[in-house]
């Protein structure tokens, strides 16, 4: 069974521009979080969709949007980039029930410069 | 607020025990999870508390107290390939947005 699969696994962007990130989750799940993760702040949670929809939101300014599409894909999009949104973005997916057993993606390192 | 805490690094002989704590606080409590993750890798899952007690996964065991706010992770018959970072996490609205510890760095020595 393939794993989620995040892509662009490597990118770089200049400050103002907007980057786009797109997660393939396992195949049957049906709910996908975002997270962001930096050496001093650990992993913080940004959102979680499931069945195209929204479930949570963490702490994070409106600059970050996510969308979820009707066969699970999600991506997530943020826009008018600052120096620190450098990180590593993770996508994990689950059933979307309780159990806590989330699967995540290798990330996609965003570098703003 | 939420906040998590555990310890920054750990390390531990080849062949020892080693266990990382994690204390919480949480407005909802969905359980505690942990995870682990190597250097340049994902995290993966390594085991979850919903109720107190304890949870044994081969080499691995997790503990939670609900009523202390705690929880721990013991390592068993530490290996080299252990050393990894550590994070516990906690679902305070569900299972699947977790709030992250900062992560336990882990370094195993021969």
């Known amino acids: 069974k393939a794993g989620v699969t995040q892509t662009p696994r490597y990118l770089i962007k200049t400050r103002g521009q907007q980057v786009t990130l797109s997660c393939s989750p396992i195949?049957?799940?049906?709910?996908v979080s975002w997270y962001q993760q930096t050496p001093g702040q650990g992993l913080q949670f940004l959102f979680e969709y499931f069945s195209e929809t929204q479930r949570n939101k963490g702490n994070f300014p409106g600059r970050f949007s996510g969308r979820q599409f009707s066969n699970s894909r999600s991506e997530m999009n943020v826009s008018t980039l600052e120096l620190g949104d450098s990180a590593l973005y993770l996508c994990a997916s689950s059933s979307g029930g309780p159990g806590g057993e989330l699967f995540f993606g290798e990330g996609s390192r965003l570098t703003v410069l | 607020g939420q906040s998590l805490e555990q310890p920054s690094e750990v390390t531990a002989v080849e062949g020892a025990i080693v266990q990382i704590n994690c204390t919480y606080q949480?407005?909802?409590?969905?359980?505690l999870s942990w995870y682990q993750q190597h250097d340049g890798g994902a995290p993966t899952f390594l085991s979850y508390n919903a109720l107190d007690g304890l949870e044994e996964t081969g080499r691995f065991s997790s503990f939670l107290s609900r009523s202390d706010s705690y929880g721990y992770l013991l390592l068993q018959e530490l290996q080299m390939k252990d050393s990894a970072s550590y994070f516990c996490?906690?679902?305070?609205?569900?299972?699947?947005?977790?709030?992250f510890g900062t992560g336990t760095r882990l370094t195993v020595i021969p």
């Open positions: 996490a906690v679902g305070s609205t569900g299972a699947n947005n977790l709030f």
């Open positions: 949480t407005s909802g409590f969905y359980g």
């Open positions: 195949s049957g799940h049906r709910s």
